[in-house]
């Protein structure tokens, strides 16, 4: 995956990676995600609002485990 793992990323971007994700299940996701401090939330308040997630060191440290997992199944 290389450097795009620590890539901040906006909403739409998301929605377009995440493969048949709906917007409800992916607000849903990305509040548990922000919940369980695996990702942060950066809101601009500006116009149009502009709001931007990346992850914390904690779901930085789980991507191995995730690669594992995936190879595993």
Do not use: C
Request: glycine share 6%.
């Amino acid at each position: 995956m290389g450097p795009e793992r620590t890539k901040t990323m906006r909403y739409g971007e998301l929605g377009r990676r995440i493969a048949d994700s709906t917007p409800k299940m992916l607000t849903q996701t990305l509040r548990e995600l922000e919940e369980d401090k695996l990702i942060s939330r950066k809101v601009y308040y500006e116009v149009p609002p502009k709001v931007e997630y990346s992850l914390t060191n904690t779901g930085e440290e789980l991507i191995p485990f995730i690669g594992h997992l995936r190879a595993w199944v």
